[in-house]
């Protein structure tokens, strides 16, 4: 019954690579976001969705591109991959003034 | 733009014993809600306690309670009884009340490691 379920939990590519996290929520909520926790541990929204509708895109590098079939998936792909791009990425949902809720964290490492 | 500021890099607490986590935040906003999240070494993050501003009373989830002072803008977490199981990263949230282009966002502190010692 987990809410917030993101794919894979480890990844592992070289740099140059293309590469995509899935991620799905069972909550019934409008709102999805993508967060990247770098190497201090320091969060940070890259993007939302609410209702499918692309709402904040935080200056993140066009090699980035999220998109959302529906409201219940947010996926994230990376194109050309840097090492500079290692990092945790969150993916994360809310429905109106509730916490928002992670799933479990993809650590990207690019070699 | 809002800004979360946790001035304690690390804190250490006895088993059983309580110990408080300091948060401070900049906003011009009268409507927001505020968040503490825990993320153990699993890396999972998990919410807390959540505030909304316009409540005057403190939020408390069983061992988990804050102190918030909205004019001094200030938000502390504290926690009683510390358990082996609160050792975690603990961070600070801000999230703007309602719509606009910030919508949803949260706004992280820089994080404080909570050590428990048995």
């Known amino acids: 019954d987990t809410a917030v379920s993101q794919t894979p939990k480890y990844l592992v590519t070289q740099m140059g690579n293309d590469k995509s996290i899935k991620c799905e929520q069972n909550?019934?909520?409008?709102?999805m976001y993508w967060y990247k926790q770098d190497s201090k541990k320091f969060l940070k929204i890259m993007f939302s969705?609410?209702?499918?509708?692309?709402?904040i895109n935080e200056t993140v590098p066009n090699r980035f591109s999220p998109k959302s079939p529906d409201k219940a998936h947010l996926n994230l792909h990376i194109n050309s991959l840097e090492l500079g791009d290692s990092a945790v990425y969150f993916c994360?949902?809310?429905?109106?003034?509730?916490?928002?809720?992670f799933g479990q964290g993809t650590r990207l490492t690019v070699v | 733009a809002q800004t979360v500021t946790q001035s304690q890099p690390e804190m250490s607490v006895q088993e059983a014993e309580t110990v408080t986590l300091s948060c401070t935040y900049d906003?011009?906003?009268?409507?927001?809600?505020l968040f503490w999240y825990k993320q153990p070494p699993s890396r999972q993050m998990i919410l807390v306690i959540r505030?909304?501003?316009?409540?005057?009373q403190n939020a408390t989830e069983n061992r988990f309670s804050v102190n918030f002072q909205k004019a001094a803008k200030s938000f502390s977490l504290k926690i009683s009884d510390s358990q082996l199981g609160d050792a975690a990263m603990y961070f600070c949230?801000?999230?703007?009340?309602?719509?606009?282009?910030?919508?949803?966002?949260?706004?992280f502190g820089q994080g404080t490691i909570l050590t428990v010692h048995p």
């Open positions: 909550l019934g909520h409008d709102t």
């Open positions: 906003t011009s906003e009268s409507d927001y809600y």
């Open positions: 949230a801000y999230r703007s009340y309602a719509g606009g282009t910030s919508y949803g966002k949260l706004t």
């Open positions: 994360a949902s809310s429905q109106g003034g509730s916490g928002v809720l």
């Open positions: 969705y609410n209702n499918k509708e692309l709402i």
């Open positions: 505030q909304e501003a316009y409540k005057q």
